[in-house]
C-alpha cells in the first residue's frame, strides 16, 4: 500500500512554469513506477508521463515533450512534475499514481488543480 499526496498546484499564466510534487507514504516507493495523469474539464483522464522505478526511463504523451520534466527522489519517496511553457490546453487537475512495474496503476492521490490563464 502506497499513499499519495500532490501539491504545487495552483494558477499561472501562459507561457509560466509550476513544479507539482507527489510524496509518498510507506517504505515501498522505490519499488514502484510513478506516473502523472491529468483530467481536464469534460474529458477523461489522459496519461502524461512516467517513470521508472530507478528513475532511468521516462516516458510523455507527445502533447508535453520538450515542456514537462519528470523526476523522483527515492530517499525523499517524492515524484515531481516540473512544466514549463505552460499552455491553456494544459489546464486540468493533475493526479499522481503508483504502479507494480508491468500492471496497472492502482494508488492515486487526490489530485492537484492547474490552471493556466491566457
Known amino acids: 500500500q502506497v499513499q499519495l499526496v500532490e501539491s504545487g498546484g495552483g494558477l499561472v499564466q501562459a507561457g509560466g512554469s509550476l513544479r507539482l510534487s507527489c510524496a509518498a507514504s510507506?517504505?515501498?516507493?522505490?519499488?514502484?513506477?510513478m506516473g502523472w495523469f491529468r483530467q481536464a474539464p469534460g474529458k477523461e483522464r489522459e496519461f502524461v508521463t512516467s517513470i521508472s522505478v530507478s528513475g532511468g526511463s521516462t516516458y510523455y504523451t507527445d502533447s508535453v515533450k520538450g515542456r514537462f520534466t519528470i523526476s523522483r527522489d527515492n530517499a525523499k519517496n517524492t515524484v515531481y512534475l516540473q512544466m514549463n511553457s505552460l499552455k491553456r490546453e494544459d489546464t486540468a487537475v493533475y493526479y499522481c499514481?503508483?504502479?507494480?512495474?508491468?500492471?496497472?496503476?492502482?494508488?492515486w492521490g487526490q489530485g492537484t488543480q492547474v490552471t493556466v490563464s491566457s
Open positions: 510507506g517504505r515501498t516507493f522505490s519499488s514502484y513506477v
Open positions: 499514481a503508483a504502479a507494480h512495474s508491468g500492471q496497472n496503476y492502482n494508488f
